[in-house]
């Protein structure tokens, strides 16, 4: 078994955007390596007309940087610039086969 120090880390992106661009920005991510993706719509606990894409990814740790900086440059081009993209550390939370189907191989 491989040491944990040779592991590349691995983060679930958290996107959120207006409805219906999803599509746009799946296209964007497959430049960067994510393996899984999952979308939902969210909808305002207010206003029920208040309707949003809520994007889930994982993204190896050396892809985040330049996957982040390119959606904020797709964001821009949205009428409505009310989205959010961050991302949060996957270390401790799923085994280890897990871990490494997510990464494909995940090793350095």
């Known amino acids: 078994m491989k040491s944990k120090k040779n592991l590349i880390k ?23 390596h994510v393996v899984g993706f999952a979308s ?6 207010i206003d029920k007309s208040f ?5 889930f990814c ?5 892809q985040v940087k330049d996957a982040i900086l390119n959606l904020e440059d ?3 081009s949205f009428r409505s610039n009310a989205c959010m993209v961050y991302t949060i550390p996957i270390d401790s939370i799923i085994g280890v086969s897990n871990y490494i189907a997510l990464t494909s191989g995940g090793v350095k």
């Open 10 to 32: 691995i983060f679930l992106m958290i996107i959120t955007l207006p409805k219906g661009k999803k599509e746009i920005i799946g296209d964007v991510l497959e430049k960067y």
């Open 40 to 45: 939902t719509l969210a909808q305002g606990a």
């Open 51 to 55: 309707t949003k894409d809520v994007m």
């Open 74 to 76: 797709r964001f821009k």
């Open 58 to 62: 994982v993204v190896r740790e050396d």
